[in-house]
């Protein structure tokens, strides 16, 4: 018998297919492109979500050590807010005015 490619000496296979083998080979390139993309994707994603968390831990230790600030910023924040609320609203140039005077101007 002739020499051709997947026969050898009598039509025996040079490599037996193994079942056992098949699905090792396939695990591990599933597994492989899992790794590849937790590399990606999740990987970057839980670095910026640990900062983040980081961040706010360290802020809310010094809202704790120093709470005078923090309440501070909080009553000049519901203080101008409120007297936001009081006042009739801004005035802007009549051609910045949204109204039907100001898109006539436009």
């Not at 002739?2 to 039509?11: Q, T, W």
């Not at 492109?33 to 010094?62: E, F, H």
């Not at 704790?64 to 309440?71: H, I, K």
């Not at 924040?77 to 009739?88: E, M």
């Amino acid at each position: 018998m002739a020499n051709v490619k997947g026969n050898y000496k009598g039509g025996k296979a040079i490599v037996k297919y193994s079942r056992t083998t098949a699905i090792k080979a396939k695990g591990k390139q599933a597994a492989g492109q899992i790794a590849r993309n937790y590399k990606r994707y999740v990987s970057p994603s839980v670095k910026i979500l640990k900062r983040a968390t980081g961040l706010a831990a360290g802020a809310a230790k010094i809202a704790l050590r120093f709470p005078g600030t923090g309440l501070a910023l909080t009553a000049g924040y519901l203080g101008a807010k409120g007297i936001a609320k009081r006042q009739k609203g801004l005035t802007f140039p009549q051609y910045r005015q949204f109204s039907k005077r100001g898109r006539k101007i436009i």
